[in-house]
């Protein structure tokens, strides 16, 4: 008896063959760059998918004595043949892949649904992810389109559908599988589903998005999550709840941290591209801690030095305008389907002795951001600040005003809430999301240019020129002299000059989209700016 198994896209280096043989059902790869983190995780779901994970068999069977099974060399040749061994290699009760138990699960569980994410689709998916499950696919013996075994991409669905027919000692077994690219800047709502048996997260995930998919796991299959990241923002939750425990000790039993560097991968990496990362990171800098072996850094600096006035900074306009040239002169006149173009939107900051921010907001078709407009003012009081943002909104609508929510808080004594006092003035807001570092992430993403278009994911008109300021200045907090030395100190950001940005915060962590417009109804006839 022997059965062919061919080799995944390329040798894995002892990073990724530490991602394969782990038995954890949450396994968290975190490495530096050029690990290989990213192909570890695509070749182990294609090992998964074809029912070929020697290491982590879904359908296992159990060693009992006298049992002979076969061993595999990773290392060897193109093709290889299984050789049956001696019972001496395994130790009783291990779990075991053993082909036909294998193939014959895999058959009765019903497709297997894979998702596979990452922070950006345009940006980082389709350039990164997208070209590795091919290779890999192409590697296991699947054709694109046609045979037994196939897989093929659906653009419009953004899904791999996998097609695996194989025949073991005489008998035929046939699966269905589907691999779906998600993208973490559409929020918690694209990541409701059911009956997953595998969730990829490629880089750091915002709890949220985490939590939603982790519920949709295990239908007919056991619950595997699989992380593979750097930490480059180093998002407090995952500290807290993977990093910290790791390092203590006491991480979930059922978690596990592979940890993995640049330095496992040098036998795929150029020399020449090693030496420079060596020379760009020195020894013993935070860089290096971070971009060669994937450890969590205290931050200092700018929060956004990729914010740039040339790129980002654009001329003022008005979603309800349109610009035209007259007679050498530009001239804004009124555009009567301006809906069909922009959904607008609010966020507050609410200060007492700082400022009171308001950011007036339009998001195009392509879910890019229009800061179009800001209401930014101090030393008045909360009913003056209302009256103001709600003059300043004339008769526009809003799909929601998005707020700071601690607003939502009632007072110890009246037991009412700003939110309630705001609302009974006209202002009616939903309270945001206010986890810091998270959403430094996600306008970090929106402000990263797609190199396919050139295009950034939010533009800042020059007349919200408090909040560009803001942008310019906005800092990381050094480490006091108390604080510098001791043992993962937690990262903050200077509260200073940053009421601005935590209304772009709330604002962008609510992912905000396009809403297609519908006709307005007849009280709105006369206005303009309505229509959602």
């Not at 000692?169 to 048996?197: C, H, I, M, N």
């Not at 056991?222 to 991480?251: A, C, H, K, Y």
């Amino acid at each position: 008896m022997s059965f062919r198994l061919p080799l995944i896209g390329s040798k894995p280096n002892r990073f990724q063959m530490r991602i394969h043989q782990s038995q954890a059902d949450e396994r968290w790869a975190i490495s530096g760059n050029r690990a290989g983190k990213t192909r570890g995780a695509i070749d182990d779901i294609g090992l998964d998918i074809t029912g070929m994970h020697i290491w982590r068999p879904r359908f296992a069977t159990t060693v009992h004595e006298n049992d002979i099974y076969a061993e595999f060399d990773f290392y060897d040749e193109k093709v290889r043949e299984i050789v049956p061994v001696t019972k001496e290699l395994v130790s009783a009760g291990d779990p075991v892949w053993n082909a036909a138990e294998e193939f014959k699960g895999r058959a009765e569980a019903g497709e297997m649904v894979v998702w596979s994410g990452a922070p950006d689709y345009l940006n980082v998916w389709k350039p990164n992810s997208f070209p590795l499950f091919k290779e890999m696919f192409e590697a296991m013996g699947l054709s694109e389109g046609t045979g037994p075994r196939q897989y093929s991409w659906h653009e419009s669905d953004r899904v791999f559908r996998i097609q695996m027919v194989t025949t073991y000692e005489g008998v035929e077994y046939d699966w269905r599988a589907t691999v779906y690219a998600k993208s973490y800047d559409a929020g918690p709502s694209k990541f409701q589903a059911s009956g997953l048996a595998t969730m990829h997260f490629d880089e750091e995930v915002p709890y949220e998005i985490y939590d939603e998919a982790t519920m949709r796991l295990g239908k007919g299959f056991q619950r595997w999550i699989l992380v593979s990241l750097t930490p480059v923002i180093g998002m407090p939750w995952i500290r807290e709840q993977i990093w910290d425990p790791f390092e203590m000790g006491n991480l979930l039993s059922t978690r596990s941290v592979i940890r993995g560097s640049l330095f496992d991968n040098l036998e795929n990496l150029p020399a020449k591209d090693v030496d420079g990362l060596l020379e760009k990171y020195p020894e013993g800098s935070q860089e290096r801690e971070l971009r060669f072996y994937g450890n969590f850094i205290q931050r200092t600096g700018l929060v956004y030095p990729d914010f740039d006035l040339e790129k980002h900074v654009i001329p003022d306009f008005y979603p309800w305008e349109r610009v035209e040239e007259v007679n050498g002169e530009i001239v804004h006149l009124e555009n009567d389907n301006w809906q069909a173009n922009y959904t607008l939107y609010r966020a507050i900051d609410v200060g007492w002795r700082n400022p009171t921010a308001c950011l007036f907001a339009a998001v195009n078709k392509e879910g890019e951001i229009f800061l179009y407009d800001e209401y930014y003012e101090r030393d008045i009081g909360l009913p003056d600040h209302v009256d103001n943002i709600m003059a300043k909104s004339g008769s526009t609508v809003f799909r929601w005003s998005v707020i700071d929510p601690a607003t939502e808080q009632p007072d110890p004594v009246t037991g009412d809430s700003l939110s309630n006092f705001m609302a009974g003035r006209g202002l009616l807001t939903t309270p945001g999301n206010n986890r810091v570092v998270e959403g430094i992430a996600a306008v970090t993403e929106k402000l990263r240019i797609n190199p396919k278009t050139g295009r950034a994911g939010i533009y800042f008109c020059r007349r919200v020129a408090n909040t560009i300021r803001e942008m310019r200045t906005y800092r990381w907090s050094d480490q006091s002299r108390m604080t510098r030395g001791r043992v993962d100190p937690k990262e903050t950001v200077q509260k200073k000059d940053d009421h601005a940005l935590d209304a772009m915060r709330y604002l962008v962590m609510s992912y905000p989209s396009h809403l297609r417009a519908r006709k307005p109804p007849d009280a709105y006839a006369g206005s303009r700016r309505t229509g959602y």
